[in-house]
Each structure stands twice: as structure tokens, then as C-alpha cells.
T-cell receptor, first 116, second 115 residues
Framework: AQSVAQPEDQVNVAEGNPLTVKCTYSVSGNPYLFWYVQYPNRGLQFLLKYITGDNLVKGSYGFEAEFNKSQTSFHLKKPSALVSDSALYFCAVREDYGGATNKLIFGTGTLLAVQP | GAGVSQSPSNKVTEKGKDVELRCDPISGHTALYWYRQRLGQGLEFLIYFQGNSAPDKSGLPSDRFSAERTGESVSTLTIQRTQQEDSAVYLC?????????????FGPGTRLTVL
């Protein structure tokens, strides 16, 4: 069965410092991996996705993520955090198993708090 | 262009009542999804519509939950005889018809509170 783990409930980082939000996944086929961000009282906003090709994916708002097949990880990174990056971040996976449903399996979310 | 819209944004109901939640997907998106987000938890898949194919209802938690979609447009999620454990944010998403790599775009959600 597909699953996603976000081992950290919260990540604290000072503004200007690099940030990493961790995600590991488990699938039996090829994974399609996504990061979404949720600001308070708002829906999820798409940040970036990995489908195939280059392991380093660049997305919105200066975020990037690195796909590591051997470690089954897809960590979200940003070189310099902003206070406005403070939000709830969700990693999600969809498995390429040839099935009809394209549902996403989500992690439990990581709250990113950037201190000024 | 307009994104996914959902209504109402908030719904407070009494235990045992029925509720109906609405989702308007992005125009041209043939795929539509409903997810549930309980407080402090990730999103749980509920149901998936793709064009005229039979929906995937595998995520619906009980027979009190049902959903319909009119063609490739509006969808309604109905919860009958609501229970307190149904309290959650219900999120709708849509995606274009191209394939599994497509991004799902989410609406703002409906926050349901069952008293």
C-alpha cells in the first residue's frame, strides 16, 4: 500500500536560514510526488511535483525538492526562509500502478514556523 | 481564471441532520476529488470522479456519505444523519484529463461542525 511519512510535526527556523521539511514515501511502483502548502483558513496550494527526470525539482516561491530513490525521500528545501513561508506543508504521493484512480495519499503535515 | 470554488465555506449543523456540500471545479477539468481533513491530520481521500466513468467510492467512510457529479461540472457531497466525528474540513480538488501526473487544484474547503 502507498504511504507517506512526514516525521516532523513542526520545524522551526530563523528567517534567512535554509529550511528543510522532510518526507519519505512507500510505493511498489513508480512514485509521483507532490508538495502542497496550506495557509490558515485556506485551501491547499500546489508548490511542486516530481514525475520523472531531474531529481531536483524547482517550484513556486523559491522552494525546491530533491527526489532520492534509494532513500525513498522527497524533502522540501529553500535556501533562505521568509516569515511569510510559515504555514502547514503536506507531502503527497500517487503511485503509477495502472489503476484508474489518481487519488493522492497525503502525509500528516509539517508546520513550518519561521522566526523573524 | 477562476479556481475551484466550494460552498458553503462554513456549516454548523446538529447531530442527526443531513448536509450537502457543493464543489465547482475548474472549467475543463474532467477529474474531481473529495477529501476530508480532520483537525491536526492529513487529508483522507473520499471519492473520485473522472468524466463519465463510474466513480471510485473506495474512500467513503460509511453509507451515510454519498456524492454526485453532474457531467463534468458541479459535484455535491451529501452526509446523512451527521455525527460529531464527521466534523472536519471537506476539500474538493479538480485536475485536467491528461493523466496521472496532473496536478490537483484544491478549493478553499467547507468547514463542517456537527454539534
Amino acid at each position: 500500500a502507498q504511504s507517506v511519512a512526514q516525521p516532523e510535526d513542526q520545524v522551526n527556523v530563523a528567517e534567512g536560514n535554509p529550511l528543510t521539511v522532510k518526507c519519505t514515501y512507500s510505493v511498489s511502483g513508480n512514485p509521483y510526488l507532490f508538495w502542497y502548502v496550506q495557509y490558515p483558513n485556506r485551501g491547499l496550494q500546489f508548490l511542486l511535483k516530481y514525475i520523472t527526470g531531474d531529481n531536483l525539482v524547482k517550484g513556486s516561491y523559491g522552494f525546491e525538492a530533491e527526489f532520492n530513490k534509494s532513500q525513498t525521500s522527497f524533502h522540501l528545501k529553500k535556501p533562505s526562509a521568509l516569515v511569510s513561508d510559515s504555514a502547514l506543508y503536506f507531502c503527497a504521493v500517487r503511485e503509477d500502478y495502472g489503476g484508474a484512480t489518481n487519488k493522492l495519499i497525503f502525509g500528516t503535515g509539517t508546520l513550518l514556523a519561521v522566526q523573524p | 481564471g477562476a479556481g475551484v470554488s466550494q460552498s458553503p465555506s462554513n456549516k454548523v449543523t446538529e447531530k442527526g441532520k443531513d448536509v450537502e456540500l457543493r464543489c465547482d471545479p475548474i472549467s475543463g477539468h474532467t477529474a474531481l476529488y473529495w477529501y476530508r481533513q480532520r483537525l491536526g491530520q492529513g487529508l483522507e481521500f473520499l471519492i473520485y470522479f473522472q468524466g463519465n466513468s463510474a466513480p471510485d467510492k473506495s474512500g467513503l467512510p460509511s453509507d451515510r456519505f454519498s456524492a454526485e457529479r453532474t457531467g463534468e461540472s458541479v459535484s455535491t457531497l451529501t452526509i446523512q444523519r451527521t455525527q460529531q466525528e464527521d466534523s472536519a474540513v471537506y476539500l474538493c480538488a479538480s485536475s485536467p484529463p491528461s493523466g496521472m501526473s496532473d496536478t490537483q487544484y484544491f478549493g478553499p474547503g467547507t468547514r463542517l461542525t456537527v454539534l
